[in-house]
């Protein structure tokens, strides 16, 4: 299984040996090739995750941090959308105990909010920390908050994620 597919990815550059894809909002996508997953965030977050030693990266891309009660877990959602990265991560060959977290988004784009209130984008990221350590996963970066909206690039070769301001 060289990768899991997940909507609108296209063929990479064929220097790179990977596959790029791009992850729309309540989306993710986990691969064992190496890849360039890209997205851009407003107040929505996208949790990146990556084992140095398998290579396996995946990424989600969710809009709000829970999902209403009675419903199926949904990639749209935080709380689900991290658990869901973080089972496909581990059933591609991602080992629990060596993948890494970085986090991106949560922003406050449309400003109407008060310096330090509990806006849409600090409840996701929220969400994200706290379901990635209730599942002892290390968050070693992010790039958080603030006013402006972010594009990301995140490779599975290395780890790396190349941040845009927007």
Known sequence: MPHL????????DAASGGVSVYLHPG????????????????????????DPVSRVGGMNHFLLAHHPAGEPDSARYGDSATDMLISAA???GGSLGRLQAKLFGGACVLGSAAPGANHLGLKNVQVARERLAAHGIRVVSEDVEGARGRKIHFQ???????????
């Open 5 to 12: 597919p997940a909507p609108g990815w296209i063929p990479a």
């Open 27 to 50: 989306h993710l996508h986990v691969s064992l090739v190496p890849c360039t997953m890209t997205t851009i965030l407003g107040s929505c977050v996208a949790v990146c995750l990556w």
């Open 90 to 92: 581990a059933r591609a």
């Open 156 to 166: 599975t070769l290395d780890g790396a994620v190349l941040v845009r301001t927007l």
